[in-house]
């Protein structure tokens, strides 16, 4: 675990970028000028954002086993849950990727906005114990933490960071997919 310090510290960073890049991501497409530009600058290069998503789940499942199979964190329920939702996400965006295929959204999003409400719910269950419905009733305590990154990032926080992005990856996907069937038939 000599790495450990230095890994947990660069998924932190990386937390922050995700939720920055997403949030920007999410108001680009929102206001009407700037997504026109955007999607304008990102025509034919669909394959790139699928990449992009593509390289967020793939950290993030990398991450996930580097804190059960290296540091030896024991997953709780809702860890497990989360899991569930991103691990396929690596294949499902993979292929996508290698396709060229645009549409891949379609089946990526649903995941990604599963386990961006679980990771929220974990959240919560961290900073507030009385929320939890029994979710987490045997084994490893949802409400517990094995790290705080500068003192509030969890494993669930660098989750749902995760998932944020590539949530809002997808929706840009999307917008980029219908943005090609608007145009107009070549003549």
């Known amino acids: 675990m000599t790495y450990y310090p230095t890994i947990v510290t660069i998924l932190g960073i990386l937390a922050f970028l995700a939720v920055a890049l997403g949030i920007e991501t999410l108001v680009v497409l929102s206001v009407t000028r700037w997504r026109s530009r955007v999607l304008d600058a990102l025509h034919g290069l669909e394959r790139h954002v699928v990449g992009w998503a593509w390289g967020v789940a793939l950290i993030a499942t990398a991450g996930s086993l580097y804190f059960s199979e290296v540091a030896h964190f024991i997953p709780c329920s809702l860890c497990w849950y989360q899991r569930i939702a991103m691990y396929p996400l690596v294949f499902v965006l993979g292929v996508g990727m290698i396709r060229g295929e645009a549409s891949v959204w379609r089946y990526g999003l649903p ?18 114990p009385s929320l939890d419905v029994g979710v987490c009733a045997a084994g490893v305590p949802c409400s517990g933490r094995y790290l705080a990154v500068f003192g509030f990032i969890s494993i669930p926080t660098l989750a749902a ?5 590539i949530g809002s990856l997808l929706l840009l996907l999307r917008a980029l997919e219908r943005a090609v069937g608007d145009e107009p038939a070549a003549a």
């Not at 906005?113 to 507030?128: D, N, R, T």
């Not at 960071?161 to 992005?165: D, G």
């Open 161 to 165: 960071t995760a998932f944020f992005l």
């Open 111 to 128: 995941l990604a906005v599963v386990g961006l409400g679980i990771a929220l719910y974990h959240i919560a269950i961290q900073w507030m």
